[in-house]
Each structure stands twice: as structure tokens, then as C-alpha cells.
Nanobody, 128 residues
Framework: VQLVESGGGLVQAGGSLRLSCAAS????????MGWYRQAPGKERELVAA???????YYVDSLKGRFTISRDNAKNTLYLQMNSLKPEDTAMYSCAAHFGYRATLAAIQSGEKGLPEVWGQGTLVTVSS
């Protein structure tokens, strides 16, 4: 599986961006896909995730502003980000998680050792 993100850029506070993550390869084996972000000097954190069955998870602090979705026909994962704030500035990456252990609950809890593939990331900068 290969993942390629796009859609990042510079936006003013209050603006919106939609990130895309195009998947190719053995995508049938993906159980959960997620969006993560890493701000300068901080650890990477899960933003949102979606299971192959369509169940979604959002980190509490971002509920209502970010929306994760997937277009199975296009093999693409999206992250719609609204009302952006300077603190949303980060490198955003998508990841595909494989195997029977890669459940939404496992991804939420940050379970280690799950088979996964990462994209290269797309930078989002929100100016004040």
C-alpha cells in the first residue's frame, strides 16, 4: 500500500482546508485509516480515524471542526478542517492500519506494533 497526501498549505485563522490521502496497492487489507498530526516540538497525535465499516473516531478537542471521510470508489481518505486555528499548524499524515488487531479501539488507544503504512505528510500552516 502506498499513501500520498495533498491539500496542505497556508491559511488564515478561521479558514478551511481539505486534505486528501490517495491510497494504492493492496487496499483491501486496510482495516482502519487515520489522520495524524505533529506540531513542531510536539509528539505526533491522532486526529481522526475511520474503519472499513465507516465508523469514525475524533479526538475530543477537534470534534465539530474536523470531519474525516472516505471515498471508496476513489480509494481516497479526506480530512475536512474548518475554523482553523494557529494551534492546528502541523504536519498532517495519513496512515493505513492492517490486520485483525487494527480495530478502531486499538487505534484510539494508541496500541503499538500494528502493521501500518504512512504517507509522507502534508504541511498545514494557520496564520493568526
Amino acid at each position: 500500500v502506498q499513501l500520498v497526501e495533498s491539500g496542505g498549505g497556508l491559511v488564515q485563522a478561521g479558514g478551511s482546508l481539505r486534505l486528501s490521502c490517495a491510497a494504492s496497492g493492496s487496499i483491501f487489507s486496510i482495516n482502519v485509516m487515520g489522520w495524524y498530526r505533529q506540531a513542531p516540538g510536539k509528539e505526533r497525535e491522532l486526529v481522526a480515524a475511520i474503519s472499513s465499516g465507516g465508523r469514525v473516531y475524533y479526538v475530543d478537542s477537534l470534534k465539530g471542526r474536523f470531519t474525516i471521510s472516505r471515498d471508496n470508489a476513489k480509494n481516497t481518505l479526506y480530512l475536512q478542517m474548518n475554523s482553523l486555528k494557529p494551534e492546528d499548524t502541523a504536519m498532517y499524515s495519513c496512515a493505513a492500519h492492517f490486520g485483525y488487531r487494527a480495530t478502531l479501539a486499538a487505534i484510539q488507544s494508541g496500541e503499538k506494533g500494528l502493521p501500518e503504512v504512512w504517507g509522507q505528510g502534508t504541511l498545514v500552516t494557520v496564520s493568526s
